[in-house]
Every structure is written in structure tokens, then in C-alpha cells.
């Protein structure tokens, strides 16, 4: 059963800190989605990539947060330097295909930043 | 832009009845619309999507959904609702005009009575 993962599961960290979320896509998969979930603003997407290229960042402060794919295998989201206003969950969703495809979400990481 | 109204932020059911969540979206064209369900600290799965064709769409757990063009609106219904199906429900809209970047609902969260 192929899943996307996510770690860490949860975070704790200081405003000012770094913070990097690694995702897992499914193999296979060849588009990785970012999202951030909150109460206030719901399910916001933060940038998506396909074939390892970033092909929208505008949900994305650019001024502190930053997505990469190194590889096919791993797509990392960092915040630097947090702040509380980015406490939140964050999403990874994997998919196949050219658009539209369906989207497999990981289990989240639930950030903190006090 | 496109946009999705969802417009009932807590629906409560008793167990055994039948269900219907709404779903409105704004978008000139055709779009791509999906359900998708989430349980208490879990992503996010799809229930069903629409792309084209037979305006009635059948998905997983026995939901459907029915795409009304003259009325914008995807609504999710199931005949008979279990107490499993208890969880929040996204609408979420996609076209081809933002490369497929879906926009998601704020959701409906279902409480399901014994």
C-alpha cells in the first residue's frame, strides 16, 4: 500500500528557529503539492512541482520559506526564520500525471512555533 | 479566479439518513472538481472527481456527487450515512487555464448521531 510520508509528525520549535519538513512522494509519482492547513484560512497550497521543477510558489512567503525536490524522492519545505503566524499543519500530496491527476496526501506535520 | 463555496460549516446527521453537502464553484469553463475527505489528524483522500462526461459521479464509501452546470454547484450525497463517515469534507475546484492548481472549499464537517 504506497503512501506518502511526512516527518517529522510534529514540531516544536522557537520563533527564529529553522525548520525543514521532508515529504516521501509515491514512487512513481511525478507531482508533489505543498499545503498549509489552518483554521483562519483553511487549505492554502504553498507551491507544487512536477518532474522536480517548481511550477508555482505564489501561496509561498518568499521572503522565509522554501521548497525543494533533490530528488525524486524527497521534497523538503523550510521556514526560515519562523514565526508563531506559521504554526499550522503542513501537507505534502503526491499525483501522477499532466494536471488534474488525483492528489495522495501524507499524514501532515503539525508545527508549533512558540 | 476560481473560487469554492462551501456553504455549511457543520452539518449533524443521525445515523441511517441520507446526506447532501454542498459544494458551489466560480469559474468560467469547464473545471475539475473533486471531493475529498478528512478524518481527525489524517490527510486528505478523494472520494470522487469529475472531469468530463456523465454528470453524475460515483466514488468511494457510496458517495456520489452531481455536477450541475446551470447552478455551479458539485453536491455530495450518500443514501445512508454511517457513524464511520463522520469527518470534514472539501470541495475542491481545478482547471486547466492555473495549471491545474486546485483551490479548496474551508470544508463541512459532518457529526454523525448514534
Known amino acids: 500500500d504506497a503512501r506518502v510520508t511526512q516527518t517529522p509528525r510534529d514540531k516544536v520549535t522557537e520563533m527564529g528557529q ?7 512522494p509515491i514512487l512513481g509519482h511525478n507531482t508533489v503539492f505543498w499545503y498549509r492547513q489552518t483554521m483562519m484560512q483553511g487549505l492554502e497550497l504553498l507551491a507544487y512541482f512536477r518532474n522536480r521543477a517548481p511550477l508555482d510558489d505564489s ?9 525543494e525536490m533533490p530528488d525524486a524522492t524527497l521534497a523538503t519545505l523550510k521556514i ?21 491527476e488525483t492528489q495522495y ?3 501532515g506535520t503539525r508545527l508549533l512555533v512558540l | 479566479a476560481q473560487s ?6 457543520h452539518i449533524t446527521v ?8 454542498r459544494c458551489n464553484y466560480s469559474y468560467g469553463a469547464t473545471p475539475y472538481l473533486f471531493w475529498y475527505v478528512q478524518s481527525p489528524g489524517q490527510g486528505l483522500q478523494l472520494l470522487l472527481k469529475y472531469f468530463s462526461g456523465d454528470t ?40 486547466r487555464g492555473s495549471n491545474y492548481k486546485l483551490t479548496f472549499g474551508k470544508g463541512t464537517l459532518l457529526t454523525v448521531n448514534p
Open chain 1, 105 to 107: 496526501f501524507g499524514p
Open chain 1, 18 to 24: 529553522e525548520v525543514t519538513m521532508r515529504c516521501q
Open chain 2, 14 to 21: 443521525s445515523e441511517g439518513a441520507s446526506l447532501e453537502l
Open chain 2, 4 to 9: 469554492v463555496t462551501q456553504p455549511d460549516i
Open chain 1, 80 to 100: 526560515q526564520p519562523s514565526e508563531p503566524r506559521d504554526s499550522a499543519v503542513y501537507f505534502c500530496a503526491s499525483g501522477f500525471g499532466t494536471g488534474a
Open chain 1, 59 to 67: 501561496g509561498m512567503p518568499k521572503d522565509r520559506f522554501s521548497a
Open chain 2, 56 to 95: 453524475l459521479v460515483q466514488g468511494i464509501k457510496g458517495f456520489e456527487a452531481e455536477f450541475k452546470r446551470s447552478q455551479s454547484s458539485f453536491n455530495l450525497r450518500k443514501p445512508s450515512v454511517h457513524w464511520s463517515d463522520a469527518a470534514e469534507y472539501f470541495c475542491a475546484v481545478g482547471n
